[in-house]
T-cell receptor, first 117, second 114 residues
Framework: QQQVKQSPQSLIVQKGGISIINCAYE??????FPWYQQFPGKGPALLIA?????SEKKEGRFTISFNKSAKQFSLHIMDSQPGDSATYFC????????????????FGQGTILTVHP | EAGVVQSPRYKIIEKKQPVAFWCNPI?????LYWYRQNLGQGPELLIR????????DSQLPKDRFSAERLKGVDSTLKIQPAELGDSAVYLC????????????FGPGTRLTVT
């Protein structure tokens, strides 16, 4: 069952532009929402994460916006660079109300980002 | 500090053959995860260990998949017999504790079943 829906599947942006990736969830047991970045031939690596009681978190050029009432969150990459070309996954962590599933991450399907120079 | 180590990086086998993957997590990380990543998809959890105890194996196809983490450090994931649909990248990850959303992934083993 797909619990975290991610869009778009792929995204092409010009250097210097803004990349926006969106995710939506249903399960109210989720309590943390990380984003992972994956380069070809590598495992995913944590990029940035947000708690649901925070509406926005910024780290450098990366910003997460969170809308708790809509159960949606998004990643914004400002001033996108060719080195940002990778696959991005949103994820959601099951909180302590999830019992033995506490800590389990559910990943979205991924967005392939290509930044043209 | 060394990251999560996985071997082999690539494996090609014929269907019905057995295969095993090995993972050594980051030193000090008590929680170890095995994920399967199908082409164009996000990782899906197969099994999670807390030290040597499997605390979540609900997504592990137990008829053909098995895993162990005998001493609470490195781990092995086995498939016997492999099927065509098992072709995927098998990722190992570790974290300091079971609740951490920050998981450190290895490079994965790309399995091709012919």
């Amino acid at each position: 069952q797909q619990q975290v829906k991610q869009s778009p599947q792929s995204l092409i942006v010009q250097k210097g532009g803004i990349s926006i990736i969106n995710c939506a969830y249903e399960n109210t047991a989720f309590d943390y929402f990380p984003w992972y970045q994956q380069f070809p031939g590598k495992g995913p690596a944590l990029l940035i994460a947000i708690r649901p009681d925070v509406s926005e978190k910024k780290e450098g050029r990366f910003t997460i916006s969170f809308n708790k009432s809509a159960k949606q969150f998004s990643l914004h990459i400002m001033d996108s660079q060719p080195g940002d070309s990778a696959t991005y996954f949103c994820a959601a962590r099951i909180g302590r109300t999830g019992g033995t599933s506490y800590g389990k991450l559910t990943f979205g399907q991924g967005t392939i980002l290509t930044v043209h120079p | 500090e060394a990251g999560v180590v996985q071997s082999p990086r690539y494996k090609i086998i014929e269907k019905k053959q057995p295969v095993a993957f090995w993972c050594n997590p980051i030193s000090g990380h008590n929680t170890l995860y095995w994920y399967r990543q199908n082409l164009g998809q996000g990782p899906e959890l197969l099994i999670r260990y807390e030290n040597e105890e499997a605390v979540d194996d609900s997504q592990l196809p137990k008829d053909r998949f098995s895993a162990e983490r005998l001493k609470g450090v490195d781990s092995t994931l086995k498939i016997q017999p492999a099927e065509l649909g098992d072709s995927a990248v098998y990722l190992c990850a570790s974290s300091f504790s079971t609740g951490s959303y920050e998981q450190y992934f290895g490079p994965g083993t790309r399995l091709t079943v012919t």
